[in-house]
């Protein structure tokens, strides 16, 4: 019975519990792109204009160099994991974090019709991505933490070499090093859960998850994109990139964003 009813939860002019702000609730056909999409991108001008200067911070982050922090000798033994490549690639964080929740609110338009569903719903999941990208790189950059592969980031030949005080002297590839201090919290996983958590969000009130009548299929839609960005997240750890107290954090700033 839930399976056949499912999509008929998509027709219903329900907005409450998640956007902010008043959504106009209209019949089929009648708010189109096409007819009010200019109209309502003038009036969100503010909007767009705050969310490209939160690109522009968040690409100074990303080329500004950490806080260097004091790595010494005794505290190579927890930074010494082997160096692997990422299991979930850097190019398909915003693939699954961004576009994918797009498609889905442009399905639900195609099935509704209603742009100010449409513009509401990617401007509230693209305020959750970059303000928890601009947060995460900005506390990335004060913190330094090295990660749990940094020693061979800093001596891929093995060698390791220090200064009187004990600090290290890197000699691996610049990048690398830079890299390597950026572990705390963990990027992916922030965009993870700030993108798919608001993918979630969004699902659980089109489809009324949680309305008491006990249809575990609606539940079982709503927390698959928790379950995504949970496994990206331990992916991180798995691959020697980031502590688990660096993925904890970075959980639970993609939830508190996408949630506000």
Not at 40 to 56: E, G, K, N, P
Not at 94 to 115: G, Q, T
Not at 141 to 147: D, Q
């Amino acid at each position: 019975m839930a399976w056949r009813n499912m999509m008929s939860y998509f027709s219903l002019p329900d907005f409450r519990g998640i956007f902010q702000g008043r959504v106009r609730q209209a019949g089929m056909g009648t708010h189109t792109i096409k007819s009010h999409g200019a109209k309502l991108a003038r009036d969100h001008m503010h909007d767009w204009l705050i969310l490209l200067l939160l690109v522009v911070i968040e690409v100074i982050l990303y080329v500004i160099h950490p806080f260097y922090r004091f790595v010494g000798k005794d505290m190579m033994t927890d930074l010494k994991y082997p160096l692997k490549e990422n299991t979930v690639p850097v190019w398909t964080v915003p693939l699954y974090a961004v576009l994918l929740p797009v498609a889905v609110f442009l399905l639900v338009y195609i099935r509704r019709k209603d742009v100010y569903d449409l513009h509401h719903s990617i401007l509230g999941l693209l305020f959750s991505v970059l303000i928890t990208a601009v947060i995460t790189d900005a506390i990335k950059n004060a913190v330094g933490r090295p990660r749990p592969d940094f020693f061979w980031r800093c001596f891929p030949d093995g060698k390791d070499l220090y200064d009187r005080w004990g600090n290290v002297i890197c000699h691996g590839k610049g990048s690398d090093v830079k890299e390597g201090h950026k572990s705390f919290p963990s990027g992916h996983t922030s965009w993870s859960f700030a993108g798919l958590g608001f993918l979630s969000l969004y699902l659980s009130g089109k489809l009324k998850a949680f309305d008491r009548k006990g249809h575990v299929a609606k539940l079982c839609i709503v927390f698959l994109p928790l379950l995504a960005a949970s496994l990206v997240a331990v992916s991180r750890v798995d691959d020697y990139w980031h502590h688990w107290q660096d993925v904890f954090a970075g959980g639970l700033l993609g939830l508190f964003f996408c949630y506000q």
